[in-house]
């Protein structure tokens, strides 16, 4: 029995073929999975169906996965497209199925909406804590869409030491966004 190991561990050994720790994740996964499916179908078999697809489109695709925690949001990402599609496919037949994909979708988006301005708010927060002329060669190059030269004429300052002011503020926006994701 495998000990107890986060999912980031479990996915890489997952990538390398180890089926263990593929068990591990089905069996951590699998009850709070099928809740959902099955308030969104009410059918048992057809939730058993959409599952096991869910799951065996993850082993297949396992090596194309990034995660920095959890799996649960890309499984419980990929049991919702998997619900469209057989919706699509007509295999799923439900009374409410254009609401449902409706609904589905504006699930999704909605996440994806939260996720992104939580993204803004961080990226936001980080910038106005750079030092003053990494800022402006930031904003200006970025917000403001300048290039190298004109944000040197307008800052008085060399090409050489606005792309590095625009090189370390990525630097440090990815590892503040690393340090959010953890």
């Not at 200006?140 to 050489?160: G, P």
Request: proline share 2%.
């Amino acid at each position: 029995m495998m000990r107890k190991t986060n999912d980031k561990e479990l996915l890489n050994a997952i990538q390398l073929g180890d089926i263990h720790a593929f068990r591990t994740i089905f069996d951590r996964y699998w009850k709070p999975l099928y809740s959902l499916v099955l308030a969104i179908t009410r059918d048992d078999e057809v939730t058993k169906d959409i599952l096991q697809n869910t799951f065996s489109s993850f082993w297949e695709r396992r090596k194309t996965f990034i995660i920095e925690d959890s799996l649960l949001p890309l499984l419980n990402r990929m049991a919702r497209n998997d619900i469209i599609n057989q919706v699509r496919r007509n295999k799923v037949r439900l009374a409410w199925e254009e609401e449902l994909v409706d609904e589905l979708r504006f699930s999704m988006a909605a996440d994806a909406n939260l996720i992104a301005l939580e993204l803004s708010e961080e990226i936001d927060s980080a910038i106005v804590r750079m030092p003053v002329n990494m800022k402006h060669c930031f904003q200006m190059s970025r917000q403001e869409e300048k290039t190298i030269k004109e944000i040197a004429i307008e800052l008085r300052l060399s090409e050489q030491t606005v792309k590095n002011n625009i090189s370390e503020a990525l630097r440090r926006l990815r590892t503040h966004i690393r340090l959010i994701e953890s």
